[in-house]
């Protein structure tokens, strides 16, 4: 797409959501809308999403028959940025969205793929990821869920655990061991599940700031049609890979904004709370917040990347792993820079900057840890070898 009609279509964009983006969506700390059938919306939630998810742009580069509106990789961005201009909260953001729905374009048959992108694009339904087990974390592989063939149907069996928001789920998607005795990563189905089915049940886990984030996932003899297994049955390996790109690149991406500071910048943030006498005579917090404004702009390039490379489908495992080291490093530290200016309030319970300090650690670990990904990029970037 030309210059000039990119611009054409940022000014359409900008007018439709001045137009349709109810005021709710546009505060600086909107509640994230997760969507799904058990989601209690507010009503402007649920007119923003009806009315974003009529023009397809929930899921904005998906293809139109799937719920989507076929945006380019660049129109996708403009999009962004001026749902940002506007300070106005995506309409839907969840796991099917960021991760089982590219995974399913990829690999999924073209009846998967008519039948669950489209509620994934409304937000009619809320997917989780039954990866981690008691035993398999970073060692995925060694996984013991396990499918057994009976009929046309696997009776699936087992637990899972981290699932973040399960119990607040409607479909899960789940690696099962289905030829226990194939090799280690070859013996595994990427399988979709119906939470409502028999047999299928979540228990929360209580964290220790009160909070009930994750689940432990039961299946006990589930019964699930062997139409829902992606990718063929025993080769889920690639798709559950995939999905991880997918995964980290958002946790990385996320690692750019910070629900604390709102619609400020760091540098407005600290000049707002400290004053620029205090700012002036402290050099080492000038610094920090210098070294936070560079990282941020060089995470927006990598982010800006990593959009093409999805869309283009050559997203490796290397890049996303980056990303997310360096976006969710980058939350980190910048976490510390807000509460360390909030000082006392700061740490007040309920207040976002130490709620952000306590949160963003978590996403070190999810989807994968920061050593595993050093390990990924060690081995299959910079080829050095293996401890
Ligand atoms: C916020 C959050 C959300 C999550 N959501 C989900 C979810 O929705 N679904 C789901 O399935 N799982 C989820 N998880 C689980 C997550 O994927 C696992 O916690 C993660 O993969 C690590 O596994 P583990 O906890 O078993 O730790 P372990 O694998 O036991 O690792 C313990 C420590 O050892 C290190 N370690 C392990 N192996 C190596 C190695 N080879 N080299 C170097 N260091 C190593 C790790 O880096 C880590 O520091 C979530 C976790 C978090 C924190």
Not at 136 to 153: E, I
Not at 353 to 371: D, F, I, K, R, Y
Request: overall charge negative; hydrophobic content about 35%; aromatic content about 8%.
């Amino acid at each position: 797409m030309s210059d000039p009609e990119l611009q054409t279509f940022r000014a359409e964009v900008r007018a439709w959501l001045e137009a349709n983006a109810p005021p709710e969506i546009r505060q600086p700390h909107a509640e994230t809308c997760f969507a799904g059938r058990r989601w209690p919306y507010s009503a402007d939630q649920r007119l923003w999403l009806d009315r974003m998810s009529a023009r397809g742009w929930t899921t904005p580069t998906w293809p139109r028959e799937y719920g989507g509106a076929e945006l380019s990789p660049q129109q996708a961005h403009v999009l962004d940025q001026e749902l940002a201009r506007l300070g106005a909260r995506k309409p839907v953001e969840n796991q099917g969205v960021w991760m089982l729905g590219p995974a399913l374009l990829e690999y999924g048959d073209e009846e998967q793929k008519r039948r669950h992108l489209p509620p994934i694009s409304s937000g009619e339904l809320r997917w989780c990821q039954g990866y981690s087990e008691p035993g398999a974390g970073s060692d995925l592989a060694s996984l013991q869920c396990r499918g057994v063939q009976d009929g046309d149907d696997l009776i699936i069996t087992g637990s899972k655990i981290w699932t973040s928001h399960a119990d607040q789920c409607d479909w899960i998607f789940a690696l099962v061991r289905t030829e226990p005795d194939a090799p280690q990563h070859s013996g595994i189905s990427f399988v979709l599940i119906d939470m409502s089915l028999p047999g299928v049940s979540t228990r929360p886990i209580r964290l220790l700031n009160g909070e009930r984030h994750f689940c432990q996932t039961f299946f006990d003899e589930v019964r699930v049609p062997l139409t829902n297994v992606v990718g063929g049955r025993g080769r889920g390996w690639s798709v559950a890979k995939y999905l991880l790109q997918h995964e980290r690149s958002q946790i990385g991406g996320a690692g750019g904004a910070s629900r604390a500071l709102g619609n400020e910048t760091l540098v407005q943030y600290a000049r707002r709370l400290l004053g620029d006498e205090a700012l002036a005579a402290d050099p080492r917090l000038r610094q920090d917040i210098i070294d936070e404004q560079i990282d941020s702009w060089a995470l927006e390039i990598w982010m800006e990347r990593t959009r093409d490379l999805a869309v283009a489908r050559q997203l490796s495992s290397t890049a996303s792993s980056g990303l997310k080291v360096f976006g969710t490093e980058l939350a980190k530290r910048r976490s510390e820079i807000v509460l360390a200016v909030a000082g006392d309030d700061g740490l007040e319970a309920g207040a976002r900057a130490s709620h952000a300090w306590l949160g963003w650690p978590m996403s070190t670990v999810g989807g994968g840890t920061t050593e595993i990904q050093l390990n990924i990029i060690a081995k299959r970037e910079l080829g050095l070898p293996q401890g």
